[in-house]
Protein backbone atom coordinates (compact mmCIF):
# COMPACT_ATOMS: atom_id res chain seq x y z
CA UNK A 1 0.00 0.00 0.00
CA UNK A 2 2.78 2.16 0.15
CA UNK A 3 2.53 3.41 -3.26
CA UNK A 4 -1.07 4.65 -2.55
CA UNK A 5 -0.40 6.50 0.80
CA UNK A 6 2.86 7.82 -0.96
CA UNK A 7 0.52 9.17 -3.97
CA UNK A 8 -2.39 9.96 -2.66
CA UNK A 9 -2.71 12.97 -4.25
CA UNK A 10 -2.23 12.44 -7.56
CA UNK A 11 -4.43 9.03 -7.48
CA UNK A 12 -7.26 11.58 -6.32
CA UNK A 13 -6.43 14.30 -9.31
CA UNK A 14 -6.66 11.45 -12.31
CA UNK A 15 -10.43 12.58 -11.18
CA UNK A 16 -10.21 15.94 -11.83
CA UNK A 17 -8.20 15.26 -15.37
CA UNK A 18 -10.92 12.60 -16.13
CA UNK A 19 -14.35 14.54 -15.37
CA UNK A 20 -16.09 12.88 -18.11
CA UNK A 21 -14.71 9.29 -17.43
CA UNK A 22 -15.75 9.59 -13.86
CA UNK A 23 -19.42 10.54 -14.79
CA UNK A 24 -19.62 8.13 -17.16
CA UNK A 25 -19.01 5.38 -14.41
CA UNK A 26 -21.01 7.42 -12.17
CA UNK A 27 -23.84 7.07 -14.86
CA UNK A 28 -23.29 3.10 -14.88
CA UNK A 29 -23.15 2.56 -11.21
CA UNK A 30 -25.94 4.71 -11.14
CA UNK A 31 -28.18 1.81 -12.41
CA UNK A 32 -27.68 -0.57 -9.32
CA UNK A 33 -26.84 1.41 -6.41
CA UNK A 34 -29.56 1.51 -4.56
CA UNK A 35 -30.47 5.20 -3.69
CA UNK A 36 -30.87 3.94 -0.07
CA UNK A 37 -29.98 1.32 2.50
CA UNK A 38 -26.94 0.67 4.96
CA UNK A 39 -24.30 0.41 2.28
CA UNK A 40 -20.47 0.22 2.18
CA UNK A 41 -17.82 0.44 -0.33
CA UNK A 42 -14.89 -1.72 0.06
CA UNK A 43 -11.51 -0.08 -1.24
CA UNK A 44 -13.28 3.78 -0.72
CA UNK A 45 -9.61 4.96 -1.81
CA UNK A 46 -10.07 8.93 -1.63
CA UNK A 47 -13.85 8.66 -1.06
CA UNK A 48 -14.81 10.27 -4.76
CA UNK A 49 -17.20 7.62 -5.75
CA UNK A 50 -18.29 7.00 -1.94
CA UNK A 51 -19.32 10.62 -2.19
CA UNK A 52 -21.23 10.86 -5.30
CA UNK A 53 -23.12 7.41 -4.32
CA UNK A 54 -24.44 8.61 -1.22
CA UNK A 55 -22.26 5.88 0.83
CA UNK A 56 -21.63 7.13 4.23
CA UNK A 57 -18.68 4.79 5.19
CA UNK A 58 -16.00 2.33 4.01
CA UNK A 59 -12.72 0.20 4.32
CA UNK A 60 -9.32 0.84 2.54
CA UNK A 61 -5.75 0.04 3.35
CA UNK A 62 -4.06 2.70 3.14
CA UNK A 63 -4.50 5.43 5.45
CA UNK A 64 -3.37 8.53 3.54
CA UNK A 65 -6.15 7.77 1.15
CA UNK A 66 -8.70 6.74 3.91
CA UNK A 67 -7.82 10.40 5.48
CA UNK A 68 -8.70 12.12 2.33
CA UNK A 69 -12.34 10.21 2.00
CA UNK A 70 -12.63 11.31 5.79
CA UNK A 71 -12.43 15.05 4.64
CA UNK A 72 -15.16 14.31 1.95
CA UNK A 73 -17.47 13.03 4.98
CA UNK A 74 -16.90 9.66 4.81
CA UNK A 75 -16.74 7.22 7.34
CA UNK A 76 -13.02 5.51 6.63
CA UNK A 77 -11.79 2.39 8.09
CA UNK A 78 -8.38 1.21 7.79
CA UNK A 79 -8.78 -2.49 6.90
CA UNK A 80 -8.60 -4.97 3.75
CA UNK A 81 -10.90 -6.56 2.02
CA UNK A 82 -10.00 -9.99 3.89
CA UNK A 83 -10.76 -9.33 7.14
CA UNK A 84 -13.29 -6.83 7.37
CA UNK A 85 -14.16 -4.75 10.91
CA UNK A 86 -17.82 -5.66 11.17
CA UNK A 87 -20.32 -8.18 12.31
CA UNK A 88 -22.26 -10.48 10.16
CA UNK A 89 -25.08 -9.52 7.99
CA UNK A 90 -24.58 -5.74 9.06
CA UNK A 91 -25.16 -3.97 5.05
CA UNK A 92 -27.90 -3.90 3.02
CA UNK A 93 -25.25 -3.53 0.07
CA UNK A 94 -21.79 -3.47 -0.68
CA UNK A 95 -19.69 -1.61 -3.57
CA UNK A 96 -15.83 -2.71 -5.09
CA UNK A 97 -15.12 -0.08 -7.40
CA UNK A 98 -11.65 -0.59 -9.01
CA UNK A 99 -10.70 -2.63 -6.56
CA UNK A 100 -10.72 -6.10 -8.09
CA UNK A 101 -7.36 -6.19 -9.43
CA UNK A 102 -4.99 -5.29 -6.41
CA UNK A 103 -6.66 -7.54 -3.55
CA UNK A 104 -4.76 -10.38 -2.25
CA UNK A 105 -7.48 -13.04 -2.14
CA UNK A 106 -10.55 -12.30 -4.13
CA UNK A 107 -12.15 -15.48 -2.76
CA UNK A 108 -12.01 -14.94 0.96
CA UNK A 109 -12.59 -10.88 -0.14
CA UNK A 110 -15.69 -11.83 -2.00
CA UNK A 111 -16.18 -14.43 0.91
CA UNK A 112 -16.34 -11.44 3.84
CA UNK A 113 -18.50 -9.45 1.47
CA UNK A 114 -20.67 -12.21 2.04
CA UNK A 115 -20.23 -12.67 5.72
CA UNK A 116 -21.13 -8.46 5.86
CA UNK A 117 -24.20 -7.93 4.30
CA UNK A 118 -28.00 -9.29 5.51
CA UNK A 119 -29.75 -12.14 3.59
CA UNK A 120 -30.63 -10.81 0.12
CA UNK A 121 -27.88 -7.85 0.19
CA UNK A 122 -26.48 -6.68 -3.38
CA UNK A 123 -22.62 -6.95 -4.08
CA UNK A 124 -21.84 -4.16 -6.83
CA UNK A 125 -18.47 -4.23 -8.41
CA UNK A 126 -17.10 -2.17 -11.23
CA UNK A 127 -14.13 -2.93 -12.71
CA UNK A 128 -11.56 -2.22 -16.05
CA UNK A 129 -12.57 -5.20 -18.40
CA UNK A 130 -9.21 -7.30 -18.85
CA UNK A 131 -10.75 -8.15 -22.08
CA UNK A 132 -11.77 -4.79 -23.50
CA UNK A 133 -9.13 -2.24 -25.46
CA UNK A 134 -8.56 -0.28 -22.69
CA UNK A 135 -7.66 -3.14 -19.92
CA UNK A 136 -5.12 -4.64 -22.65
CA UNK A 137 -3.53 -1.14 -22.63
CA UNK A 138 -3.49 -1.35 -18.80
CA UNK A 139 -2.04 -4.56 -18.73
CA UNK A 140 0.66 -3.87 -21.02
CA UNK A 141 1.74 -0.43 -19.84
CA UNK A 142 1.15 -1.37 -15.97
CA UNK A 143 4.85 -1.58 -15.30
CA UNK A 144 4.91 1.86 -16.13
CA UNK A 145 2.01 2.57 -14.36
CA UNK A 146 2.97 3.05 -9.72
CA UNK A 147 -0.66 2.32 -9.16
CA UNK A 148 -1.04 -0.47 -11.96
CA UNK A 149 2.48 -1.98 -11.27
CA UNK A 150 1.53 -4.90 -9.06
CA UNK A 151 -2.04 -5.21 -10.05
CA UNK A 152 -3.95 -8.10 -11.41
CA UNK A 153 -6.40 -7.68 -14.08
CA UNK A 154 -9.85 -9.90 -14.80
CA UNK A 155 -12.70 -10.49 -16.99
CA UNK A 156 -16.22 -10.21 -16.38
CA UNK A 157 -16.53 -14.19 -16.85
CA UNK A 158 -13.57 -14.40 -14.27
CA UNK A 159 -14.97 -12.04 -11.87
CA UNK A 160 -18.71 -13.76 -12.31
CA UNK A 161 -17.35 -17.25 -11.59
CA UNK A 162 -15.81 -16.19 -8.23
CA UNK A 163 -19.10 -14.69 -7.64
CA UNK A 164 -20.69 -17.67 -8.27
CA UNK A 165 -18.48 -20.09 -6.17
CA UNK A 166 -19.10 -17.27 -2.96
CA UNK A 167 -22.81 -17.47 -2.98
CA UNK A 168 -23.66 -14.25 -5.27
CA UNK A 169 -26.21 -15.01 -8.45
CA UNK A 170 -29.55 -13.29 -10.60
CA UNK A 171 -26.26 -11.03 -11.96
CA UNK A 172 -27.11 -7.69 -13.52
CA UNK A 173 -24.14 -5.90 -15.89
CA UNK A 174 -23.81 -2.83 -17.20
CA UNK A 175 -21.18 -1.19 -19.33
CA UNK A 176 -19.68 2.40 -20.26
CA UNK A 177 -16.37 3.83 -21.86
CA UNK A 178 -17.31 2.09 -25.20
CA UNK A 179 -16.13 4.70 -27.08
CA UNK A 180 -13.92 6.12 -24.14
CA UNK A 181 -14.43 9.81 -25.59
CA UNK A 182 -13.82 12.36 -23.06
CA UNK A 183 -16.17 14.99 -25.05
CA UNK A 184 -18.95 14.09 -23.16
CA UNK A 185 -20.49 11.31 -20.80
CA UNK A 186 -21.60 7.85 -22.01
CA UNK A 187 -24.94 6.48 -21.44
CA UNK A 188 -24.65 3.20 -19.78
CA UNK A 189 -25.67 0.41 -22.29
CA UNK A 190 -26.87 -3.07 -20.56
CA UNK A 191 -24.50 -6.32 -20.98
CA UNK A 192 -20.98 -6.45 -21.05
CA UNK A 193 -18.14 -6.91 -23.99
CA UNK A 194 -18.40 -3.47 -25.80
CA UNK A 195 -17.66 -1.31 -22.71
CA UNK A 196 -14.29 -0.70 -20.88
CA UNK A 197 -15.39 -0.57 -17.87
CA UNK A 198 -18.33 -2.75 -16.49
CA UNK A 199 -20.84 -2.59 -13.88
CA UNK A 200 -21.62 -6.39 -11.85
CA UNK A 201 -24.97 -6.43 -9.56
CA UNK A 202 -24.93 -9.67 -7.58
CA UNK A 203 -27.79 -10.86 -5.23
CA UNK A 204 -26.52 -12.66 -2.38
CA UNK A 205 -28.10 -16.14 -1.94
Known sequence: MDVFDQN??????????????????????????????????????TGRFAEKCGIDRGIDPSGNMARIAEQRGVKS??????????????????????????????LQAFRETARVLKPNGHFIIG???????????????????PFYRDAHFHSVTEITELLENTGFGDFEYWQTLIT?????????????GEGCFVVIKALLH
Open 127 to 145: MIDKDSPLGQKYQQNKEDN
Open 180 to 192: ASEEEPEEPQPGY
Open 8 to 45: CKEYDQWFDDHPVWFQSELNALGKVVPPNGFGLEIGIG
Open 77 to 106: FLAKAENMPFLSDTFDFAVMITTVCFLDDI
